[in-house]
């Protein structure tokens, strides 16, 4: 099983990122994903949700609005789309695959930097 984040790195407030997390190993299309970020110091939390068929989707009241979720269950890809970043959005952001009652899988995360 595999989780893999891309898409991070260094951006300007203001900017845009667009992370993407591929899995493999698992039937991707029956598990609700997840994005969690955790900035030096502070807790995990959790960020954005998707259904399994990706028709709900759930957002923090810190990124609502700027952040959206996404899924393409035939690349097994969920995408975080990051607008109007802040530097308070700085953190590892981090995929999970929610298993429910089955086993639960996160990705090894992957740094985005907001700073001018």
């Known amino acids: 099983v595999q989780l893999v984040e891309s898409g991070g790195g260094l951006v300007q407030p203001g900017g845009s990122l667009r992370l993407s997390c591929a899995a493999s190993g698992f039937t991707f299309s029956s598990y609700g994903m997840r994005w969690y970020r955790q900035a030096p110091g502070k807790e995990r939390e959790l960020v954005a949700t998707?259904?399994?068929?990706?028709?709900?989707?759930n957002y923090a009241d810190s990124v609502k609005g700027r952040f959206t979720i996404s899924r393409d269950n035939d690349k097994n890809t969920v995408y975080l789309q990051m607008n109007s970043l802040k530097p308070d959005d700085t953190a590892v952001y981090y995929c999970y695959a929610a298993g429910g009652l089955r086993r639960s899988y996160w990705g090894q995360g992957t740094q985005v930097t907001v700073s001018s």
């Open positions: 998707i259904t399994s068929a990706g028709g709900m989707t």
